[in-house]
């Protein structure tokens, strides 16, 4: 079995499209997945399974909106995608602030069109880096201040995206460890 990670996006975010982590575990478990853990309550899973990333995000979206009645985008990686993201990320050091990064989980890789238009785009003091189905984020500010949000990057690079703090997501490498 490979190690998976699934992160859903805007899950019990300000009252909306609630789903208790203990109910989705449940609904991963029905669907098969194995050793089944959540972490935190903004959508993130790790489990086990041999099944393709893009037919997992498919027969967990369809799940959600079948029992809960709500769209749920989700982006799944496995372990290793997510511990080659880490070690791509530039802006992660030893003395870099790791409360000013953030990686954007995209959906699918962008086209180089796409990709240049985002780059080209104003971002302020923000920065960027754009490694395949990753953007990597060093905000100035806080996060929710930035631009570099998921609606942009679904705008600017027509594909899905969901954002983690960085914190998150070397909890989450943790965790599959």
């Not at 203990?22 to 489990?47: H, M, P, R």
């Not at 080659?84 to 992660?92: D, G, L, V």
């Amino acid at each position: 079995m490979n190690r998976k990670i699934a992160i859903l996006r805007g899950i019990n975010v300000g009252g909306r499209r609630k789903i208790l982590m203990a109910d989705l575990k449940s609904l991963c478990e029905k669907l098969g997945w194995k050793n089944v853990t959540s972490y935190i309550q903004s959508g993130n899973l790790i489990f086990d399974s041999n099944q393709q990333n893009t037919e997992l995000e498919h027969v967990l979206e369809m799940a959600i909106k079948e029992q809960f009645k709500f769209d749920v985008p989700v982006i799944v990686r496995s372990s290793t995608e997510l511990k080659t993201a880490i070690a791509k990320n530039e802006f992660y050091s030893e003395d870099a602030d790791i409360n000013q990064l953030h990686l954007t989980f995209l959906k699918e890789k962008p086209t180089a069109e796409n990709i240049e238009n985002t780059l080209n785009y104003n971002h302020k003091t923000d920065k960027l880096k754009i490694v395949d189905k990753d953007v990597f984020i060093v905000c100035s500010g806080k996060y929710h201040q930035s631009k570099l949000s998921n609606n942009f990057f679904e705008k600017k690079l027509n594909v899905g995206a969901t954002t983690r703090n960085w914190k998150t997501v070397l909890k989450l490498q943790e965790l599959c460890e």
